[in-house]
């Protein structure tokens, strides 16, 4: 990955520098963008998955997958709610940029 598409310490799939600056600005692209595998040992040896998941949302990530294999966990997609709603509630995550995803979620699903 060259440099100047990340963050100091955040691969690819964080880095608003490549989703927000190459995907959306350079590119032009508006439609949806997935994660990759948010429990894959390259973001789970570095990143808490909160903080995984604050680092997508403002890096400008749509979806995010968990495989949820490793260490079965069936109460993490509600937590994960939990977190990113209050998130929104104080204000750390805008809720314009989770209706942004919704949007571009939505004209995913219509194309359909």
């Known amino acids: 990955m060259h440099a100047d598409l990340t963050e100091p310490g955040r691969p690819a799939s964080l880095s ?7 995907l959306r600005t350079t590119l032009a ?3 949806v963008v997935v994660s990759d595998d948010m ?3 390259a ?3 570095f990143f ?3 903080d995984s998941i604050f680092f997508g949302i403002d890096a400008g990530l749509d979806l995010f997958i968990y495989s949820n294999r490793q260490h079965p966990d069936p109460q ?3 937590r994960f709610h939990r977190v990113i709603k209050a998130a929104v509630e104080s204000d750390r995550v805008p809720r314009a ?8 979620i939505s004209m995913l699903k219509q194309s359909i």
Not at 16 to 22: D, E, K
């Open 43 to 45: 973001l789970t040896r």
């Open 16 to 22: 608003s520098r490549a989703i927000q600056g190459l």
């Open 76 to 78: 993490m997609p509600a």
């Open 97 to 104: 940029r989770i209706e942004e995803s919704v949007r571009r």
């Open 39 to 41: 429990h894959m040992g």
């Open 29 to 31: 692209y508006d439609g």
């Open 48 to 50: 808490l998955p909160d």
